[in-house]
């Protein structure tokens, strides 16, 4: 419910071509995609999308500006090639709890040339012998990979170590592990003018709803 909330807002204050963030856990998807999430979310920067029951990425809607997916908790086995067609700059993915079991699989992450963070946690890839070193050597522009370099030195905690020089534009994305909590404060102020009842928002699924001229 929460969650849901936070999305009103965010679409409330601006339209889709104006969203940078957008987090869309434990929303259903339904043939492969989350009704509404279209190209019309051109400048979205980060897109959570976990446990949605996604099964293939083919239908990702083209996503340039994208840089930071969170996929994990799906049933993704495949497909992985669409990625660098659709989200050609991304530098962080997680796909930790999907379906993915072999190098072949990955290797279509090759062509993200700017992908710096990997996460494979709890994929069935991790118990090949060597695992680590094979994807490094296969992924070579990677740095991080389920949390840690190839020296095993964990990952900072800011996930957006290339906005370090962004100043006073990130101050309010400070908690980069949490972009949900970022809508707290909002929620707050805003809950005097929602025309929604607790028990509508427990109803609704994907953007569809969103997407009507009155939430606009």
Known sequence: MEMKKRIILELRNRPPDKVT???????????????????????????????????????????????????SDNIISGGLEVLAERCPNLTYLNLSGNKIKD??????????????????????????????????????????LDGFDQEDNEAPDSEDDDDEGNGDEDDDDEDEAGPPGEYEEEDDEDDGGSDLGEGEEEEEVGLSYLMKEEIQ
Not at 46 to 58: D, G, I, Q, W
Not at 110 to 124: P, T
């Open 21 to 71: 963030e957008l987090v869309l856990d434990n929303c259903r998807s339904s043939n492969g995609e989350i009704e509404g999430l279209s190209d019309s979310f051109k400048e979205l920067e980060f897109l959570s999308m976990a446990n949605v029951e996604l099964t293939s990425l083919a239908k990702l809607p083209t996503l340039s500006k994208l840089r930071k997916l969170e996929l």
């Open 103 to 144: 190098l072949g699989t990955v290797e279509a992450l090759q062509n993200l040339k700017n992908l710096k963070s990997l996460d494979l946690f709890n994929c069935e890839i991790t118990n090949l012998e060597d695992y680590r070193d094979s994807i490094f050597e296969l992924l070579q522009q990677i740095t991080y």
